[in-house]
Nanobody
Framework: QVTLVESGGGSAQAGGSLRLSCLVS????????VGWFRQAPGKEREGVGA????????YVAASVKDRFTISHDSTKNTAYLQMNNLKPEDTAMYYC??????????????????WGQGTQVTVSS
């Protein structure tokens, strides 16, 4: 089994920053994919970005790519989502997800078979 534990969520003012972390543990493959997703109330869950464990970027959503960056630290098996210049519309539950096997690393939810618990990000004006 693989467990993903997120941290770093909370409240921020518009224009502020938050850094989310996703610790991947358990039966972790040498190479894997980590995706970040978010879901606002009443809306579908959407992909934010994804990368490989070697810190090779797969994609970042166009809606956030000028403000958000993703990275991975292989020494810690931890993925990060750095969110800068936050906006109220960034308010959502944020999730990390992982895929241990060979395959795509993108925005499709069915790419991933392990998910974190989600962490709330709330951005006020």
């Amino acid at each position: 089994q693989v467990t993903l534990v997120e941290s770093g969520g909370g409240s921020a003012q518009a224009g502020g920053s938050l850094r989310l972390s996703c610790l991947v543990s358990g039966s972790v493959s040498t190479q894997y994919c980590v995706g970040w997703f978010r879901q606002a109330p009443g809306k579908e869950r959407e992909g934010v970005g994804a990368l490989y464990s070697g810190n090779l970027l797969s994609y970042v959503a166009a809606s956030v790519k000028d403000r958000f960056t993703i990275s991975h630290d292989s020494t810690k098996n931890t993925a990060y989502l750095q969110m800068n210049n936050l906006k109220p519309e960034d308010t959502a539950m944020y999730y990390c997800a992982a895929r241990m096997s060979y395959g795509p690393c993108g925005a499709r939810e069915d790419t991933y078979n392990y998910w974190g618990q989600g962490t709330q990000v709330t951005v006020s004006s």
